[in-house]
């Protein structure tokens, strides 16, 4: 396999498990971690990563590891944001320690996530 297949076959693995997590509580998935480089320094990884942001932007699964938004975004109504996609938006996640990750996309938005120690599930089910 090439490494870019392999690549894609991360990102949909990824954006399945992202998107099965809000409808299938407590499903896992194989976690995504930052690798030590030179000590206990994590180093920063980004990957590509499609944000569920049907019912607003608020959290995100990476590997295991549940996050949510640090503030949460949406409509005030339960949606995603004028100028978001939905119920998908297309970008990346930048790992920035096992505890904060940041979305960014090519639209220029950008989301802070800061991980929920022993979470097993999302805090709610979007429907």
């Not at 896992?28 to 569920?52: E, N, Q």
Request: charged residues 25%.
């Amino acid at each position: 396999m090439t490494k870019r297949a392999g690549r894609t076959i991360f990102a949909l693995a990824l954006a399945v498990a992202v998107l099965a997590g809000c409808t299938k509580a407590g499903e896992d998935t194989k976690p995504v971690r930052a690798t030590p480089s030179g000590g206990a320094t994590p180093s920063v990884r980004t990957i590509p990563f499609d944000l569920y942001t049907h019912c607003g932007i608020d959290e995100a699964r990476i590997g295991s590891t549940y996050f949510e938004a640090d503030p949460p975004l949406s409509d005030d109504s339960g949606n995603p944001p004028e100028g978001w996609d939905n119920p998908i938006q297309h970008g990346t996640m930048t790992l920035k320690s096992a505890t904060e990750a940041v979305f960014t996309d090519d639209a220029g938005h950008e989301v802070k996530f800061r991980a929920r120690p022993g979470a097993t599930a999302f805090k709610r089910l979007c429907s």
